[in-house]
């Protein structure tokens, strides 16, 4: 927390009857300072929070896949996108959240200050909620590159020393005459770039560093940037049942 961050200061009218959620906060004299919230709190920015999905958890979590984040003092639901942790400036987007390691979730929300607990929920059929992964609160970063990888796929149609007719691959001229500058690789490793396209119906003359195999494939990799959905929802549904029954705990306790 900055040090100019607003505080509110709450009383309670006597020490131990206070919400048992308070009992997780710094109590002072019977009281609690909570954050009031200041003019960056009230933004909107891209939230990066490092994750490590829970073991009790084996059900599969796809990517843009409706989660509620516990994230600070924040509680809202979203749909974020999974990608790797690394060093690097771009990072390989993850099509489900790993069983293992550290994954980045990214997901739009109000500005927090790291670092922040995390906390991912999936809610169930009957409403309740199931601990899905935690974490902190990375950074907020709007400028983090993720990028989706699409492999295309083409078979050799004709071969002629280091030259080869693929087909399959596109199926129109203008496709391939787009996508011409793209190097080609293969799965018994030649390289290769296209040439030119042969007729109008997607075929292309294509250069390699060797000659091909008839039963080779010839592969040509995409890299698209990808965003998270503006999904933005501070009512968390089934959050009111979660603390009747804190409330009911206590009151046994």
């Not at 131990?16 to 997780?24: D, E, L, S, Y």
Request: overall charge positive.
């Amino acid at each position: 927390m900055p040090p100019d961050e607003p505080l509110v200061n709450l009383r309670f009218p006597r020490r131990g009857h206070f919400p048992i959620w308070a009992t997780q906060q710094t109590v002072w004299q019977g009281g609690l300072r909570l954050p009031s919230g200041s003019a960056s709190h009230l933004q909107m920015s891209v939230l990066n929070l490092l994750v490590r999905r829970f073991g009790d958890y084996t059900e599969p979590v796809q990517a843009k896949e409706e989660v509620i984040v516990h994230c600070g003092f924040r509680r809202f639901q979203t749909s974020p996108l999974y990608s790797q942790h690394s060093s690097a400036s771009k990072h390989k987007l993850a099509r489900f959240l790993p069983a293992d390691g550290t994954t980045m979730a990214t997901m739009y929300g109000p500005i927090i200050f790291p670092p922040a607990s995390v906390l991912l929920f999936k809610q169930r059929s009957d409403g309740s909620h199931h601990l899905l992964a935690t974490g902190s609160l990375h950074s907020v970063d709007p400028s983090r590159v993720i990028l989706k990888r699409v492999v295309l796929s083409g078979h050799p149609f004709k071969i002629h020393r280091k030259v080869a007719v693929v087909r399959y691959m596109f199926f129109n001229r203008e496709d391939v005459l787009w996508f011409k500058p793209v190097a080609l690789r293969t799965k018994w490793g030649r390289r290769g770039h296209i040439k030119e396209p042969v007729g109008t119906h997607g075929l292309m003359k294509c250069q390699f560093d060797g000659q091909l195999k008839s039963q080779d494939t010839v592969l040509m990799t995409l890299y698209k940037r990808v965003f998270p959905k503006w999904i933005y929802n501070p009512h968390v549904p089934g959050l009111g049942r979660i603390q009747n029954v804190l409330c009911e705990e206590e009151e046994m306790d």
